[in-house]
């Protein structure tokens, strides 16, 4: 395991991580204290652009809206002259409107959705990985990690350790 924890850095820093503090002789619950801490502190890192995103959707109406008022102005701006030039300043207006609206709702959002759904997939799996950990400091017999593990997956993914190819 220790030789291991070495080659695991560069592929996955944050096994690499559980696995230097379950080689370094910390209890279960040290461990568990301190994964949980480098997911949690790494989500709410990682979800910061998501925040972004959902903010940016919340305001891209507000500047639909702003050219909404730009286009009523044209369109008041030319309402004296000629009533053919009202049709063009009302466009740009409800334009606006509706840029601002889709860019908000097929832009913005989903792309804060998918981000939020990454982390939220890598942080599931860092729990289960740090759950995983837990179990080896607290030396605990391989059957029990095995099914400690498979209660958190679907049952058509459980992992079989009699069915697992023999290094």
Do not use: C, W
Request: hydrophobic share 45%.
């Amino acid at each position: 395991l220790e030789s291991d924890s070495k080659s695991l850095k560069s592929q996955d820093a944050f096994l690499a991580y559980g696995v230097g503090l379950v080689v370094s002789g910390y209890t279960g619950a040290e461990v568990r204290q301190m994964l949980e801490n480098q997911v949690e502190t790494t989500f709410q890192r990682h979800t910061v652009p998501v925040e972004i995103l959902k903010y940016m959707a919340s305001n891209a109406p507000a500047f639909g809206m702003m050219a909404t008022l730009v286009g009523l102005v044209i369109m008041l701006d030319n309402m004296g002259d000629d009533p053919s030039k009202l049709g063009p300043g009302m466009a740009v207006g409800l334009l606006g409107t509706l840029y601002g609206v889709l860019f908000a709702r097929l832009v913005l959002m989903p792309a804060a959705e998918k981000a939020h759904q990454r982390e939220s997939i890598i942080r599931f799996r860092n729990m289960l990985v740090a759950e995983g950990l837990v179990l080896l400091a607290e030396r605990r017999s391989p059957r029990f990690i095995q099914d400690a593990m498979n209660s958190y997956l679907d049952p058509a993914i459980h992992f079989d350790i009699d069915k697992a190819p023999k290094k």
